[in-house]
């Protein structure tokens, strides 16, 4: 539905029907839309900064159909594994608010080092999502170019990328790409399990004593693998950045529109030179860790239905029935949309073929190697001895 | 300038100097690099030249300096990250192994990590534990990782040069027993034409045997083929220079002359360069071979104290006791 529709709202912004200080009990966090959908104008986060969001009807919209979209992807992903397609999924079930939300609060310039689960930050980011499903499927090792997408590699070690993203981001500063409105930013994705690693801690520090233009967002989805948040910490994540000397803030990862607002806030001070944050968004790992996991062995089904009732897709369109931003012929259309690409992306995952066996000599070094040149040419040639074979 | 005698670790400080003149994408960073100029001083004045942003004190966490080096690398810059010494290498290993060495491959070529991890390896300079050990088996293991050791001022002040223009994470040892042995050093030599980083060289010519070193027990090799020469036994000896990849074009034709080979490195035997060299020597010289290519090397303890590492090192006797082993096959 465009502005302008016949049934659609006269105003192109909305005026939310009221404000809140964030409550301070546990968990304390900013939020902007209830789990009930009801909208939130603006909240004041624990270090006095005050969060809103200010969109258009269409972008309301937007983020809804990004966060049906990356569900049903991520869905498809899971079927596939289910039937012999991927050798591995490890679905975002439940953290689409908190990929979408600050997915979309980075600007174009700035650079995203993620885990393996940040399907809705990829799709964000404008890369096929066919991508990730080739290391999965195990065809390639992911195919996209960091720095044409400014999104980098997957990493599979636990906190491995926030000291990359911290490197990056001191060499944003040192290319002098800070300190203005259109400066660069830098986000780094991780768990509450990678809080526990050393490199994040030491991620920490360095962001801290080089001043890095960096955000760490730590998807806090209260698992890892088995192990609850109990086991990683006694207090509450977002409180480990004051003892590193920046600020930290714990969202609502299950709401898209406070995601948005902190993770824009905390990108848009550290372009402008105020130095690194770290945000906590509180959500909920609904599936498995992977395909491989067995969450019924560590968690109670009471447990997961009471996440249920915070689902952040469900918040989003109670909100934009509610308010009129939105009739059924759009959510038909979301769904239709969702079904379509979720279709391509079986299709083509199930063309992708594998990849020669020589292929697995490529790439190991920019200039070579003798040693490797050997071993291709003898692969190859016991290879070919074989009757039929080909590359 | 022209030639001139210097040390290796002045070398290698001339060396780091010429390629932050040249790119100004080169960074240094690393523990004590700055206003200290590293414990050996090998970037002595550097920072005071070049200013802290490119000779960079970083806090006191390897997997730090390695990881936040490879962000810098995927932005664009150059790191020469220093390792303070040899056993301190491991809590950035990890990031090494795992990050450093696969991003390329990983990346299908779209990302390179042109690092340099500088690490001063190896004993004899009566230190306490974890300042003298020989990690190199560690990352010549590794696939993406090229691993080289100079072993002479005029290599390391070229070596060093080489190292930071290539595209390829290269781990490079400095010996660091002869960071104050002096050579001459020819400083005006283009780079371009420069004897090529990954290929071994022949440091001293011989016709009997074939002793086969890198970094400090080249010096080593040197001093016992000078004396094997008082007993009538004439020795070649080859620098290896590169130990990831080997290059053995250069050692096969010497053994196929000499017919007798002994690999010499610090590090424990067990699994290390000399098994890896031994085998590929055994299969490539077979029928020139008059006796099994021998190893004399570290043990296979944890490196032990000072006082005894005299007796833990491959020294000149060691290494002619090897020799008369081959003859007396």
Known sequence: MAKGDPGAPARGRRAAPRSRKATTGDPELVQLLTPSGERIESVTGPDGTEYRVDFTDEEYRGLYRDLVLVRKLDAEATALQRQGELGLWASLLGQEAAQVGSGRALRAQDMAFPTYREHGVLYCRGIDPIMPLGLFRGVDQGGWDPNEFKFNMYTIVIGAQTLHATGYAMGVAMDGKTGTDDGEAVIAYFGDGATSQGDVNEAFVWASVFNAPLVFFCQNNQYAISEPLERQTRVPLYRRAAGFGFPGVRVDGNDVLATYAVARHALDNARQGQGPSLIEAYTYRMGAHTTSDDPTRYRIASEVEAWQAKDPIARMKVFLEREQLADADFFADVDEQARREALDLRERVLAMPNPAPVTMFDHVYPNGSPLLDEQRAQFTKYFDSFEGSAH | ?329
């Open chain 2, 1 to 329: 300038m022209a030639t001139e005698t210097l040390t290796l670790g002045k070398a290698l400080n001339i060396g780091l100097r010429k390629a932050l003149e040249n790119d100004p994408k080169v960074v240094i960073m690393g523990e004590d690099v700055g206003k200290l100029g590293g414990v050996f001083r090998i970037t002595d004045g550097l920072q005071k030249d070049f200013g802290d942003q490119r000779v960079i004190d970083t806090p006191l966490a390897e997997s730090g300096i390695i990881g936040t080096a490879v962000g810098l690398a995927i932005r664009g810059y150059r790191p020469i990250c220093e390792i303070q010494f040899d056993g301190f290498v491991y809590p950035a290993y990890d990031q090494i192994v795992s990050q450093v060495a696969k991003m390329h491959y990983r990346s299908g070529g779209k990302l390179r990590i042109p690092l340099v991890i500088r690490i001063p390896f190896g004993g004899g300079i009566g230190a306490v534990e974890h300042h003298s050990e020989s990690p190199e088996a560690y990352f010549a293991h590794t696939a993406g990782l090229k691993v080289v050791s100079c072993a002479s001022p005029q290599d390391a002040y070229v070596m060093i040069q080489q190292a930071i223009a290539s595209d390829d994470p290269i781990v490079f040892l400095e010996p660091k027993r002869r960071y104050w042995e002096k050579g001459p050093v020819d400083l005006d030599a283009p780079l371009s034409e420069a004897y090529p980083l990954h290929a071994a060289r022949i440091a001293r010519a011989g016709t009997d045997a074939t002793l086969l070193a890198y970094g400090p027990m080249v010096r080593t090799c040197l001093d016992a083929a000078t004396a094997a020469a008082e007993d009538g036994r004439n020795l070649e000896v080859i620098d290896l220079r590169t130990l990831s990849p080997l290059d053995l074009g250069v050692v096969y034709e010497s053994v196929r002359r000499t017919g007798r080979a002994v690999v010499v490195h610090e590090a424990p035997s067990n699994v290390g360069l000399g098994a890896e060299i031994a085998a590929r020597v055994t299969e490539e010289c077979f029928y020139s071979l008059e006796s099994p290519v021998l190893r004399v090397t570290g043990f296979d303890t944890p490196y032990p104290a000072a006082r005894v590492e005299e007796e833990y090192l491959p020294d000149l006797d060691r290494v002619l006791d090897a020799v008369d082993r081959t003859f007396g096959w």
